[in-house]
């Protein structure tokens, strides 16, 4: 059981727009820690997509973009591509486990 | 370029001990906290712990599901970081990942390197 909750999977369309989200509590996203994405390809290391919840590292697309309210957070992918294909991890900091947490990632499917 | 390259993963039998290690490049290593995530088969990723930077003594954290049994170190003179290992349990097999941090999120990470425990 993660910390962190996201949904198991999500679908679209090439072309069209996805969100998946990422739902904490008040010890991580709910105390103001930051949200960071990570995109993992089939077999491969993680990658960073987004950091302090909104932030692009330099060489990611703008079709990725990241949000935070509250105790939840969410990644938007626009223009969906085959090659977004992956599992993407939600990231924060929890006070009361003085630890990072995970999400237990989320399956994107490119129909 | 930055690099993070891990080694010495490898089959150890429950309650054994294993080091690995991560020889980092392309940054000045002793300026950055370094972070070991893991990865179960088929599972999502599991922080383990972290290195803090020389200028906060390189203090080490750790997950509750390692602690007292792993051990984080650096070399003093070099750019590598260990992970130490004892009493393996079935379940800390994984791949682990070494990581560069940044402000608690993982800004570069190595191809990782698979540890398996089993009798």
């Known amino acids: 059981q993660s910390v962190l909750t996201q949904p198991p999977s999500v679908s679209g369309a090439p072309g069209q727009r996805v969100t998946m989200s990422c739902t904490g509590s008040s010890p991580n996203i709910g105390a103001s820690s930051d949200v960071h994405w990570y995109q993992q390809l089939p077999g491969k290391a993680p990658k960073l997509l987004i950091f302090?919840?909104?932030n692009r590292p330099s060489g990611v697309p703008d079709r990725f973009s990241g949000s935070k309210s509250g105790t939840s957070a969410s990644l938007a992918i626009t223009g969906l591509q085959a090659e977004d294909e992956a599992d993407y991890y939600c990231?924060?900091?929890?006070?009361?486990?003085?630890?990072?947490?995970f999400g237990g990632g989320t399956k994107l499917t490119v129909l | 370029e930055v690099q993070l390259v891990e080694s010495g993963g490898g089959l150890v039998q429950p309650g054994g001990s294993l080091r690995i290690s991560c020889v980092a490049s392309?940054?000045?290593?002793?300026?950055?906290?370094m972070t070991w995530v893991r990865q179960a088969p088929g599972k999502g990723l599991e922080w383990v712990g972290r290195?803090?930077?020389?200028?906060?003594?390189?203090?080490?954290n750790y997950a509750a599901s390692v602690k007292g049994r792993f051990t984080i170190s650096r070399d003093a003179s070099g750019n590598s970081l260990h992970l130490l290992m004892n009493s393996l349990k079935i379940e800390d097999t994984a791949v682990y990942y070494c990581v560069r941090e940044n402000w608690y999120y993982y800004q570069y990470w190595g191809q990782g390197t698979l540890v398996t425990v089993s009798p």
């Open positions: 392309g940054f000045i290593f002793s300026d950055y906290y």
């Open positions: 990231q924060s900091y929890d006070s009361s486990l003085s630890a990072s947490v």
């Open positions: 302090g919840n909104t």
């Open positions: 290195s803090a930077n020389k200028g906060d003594n390189y203090i080490t």
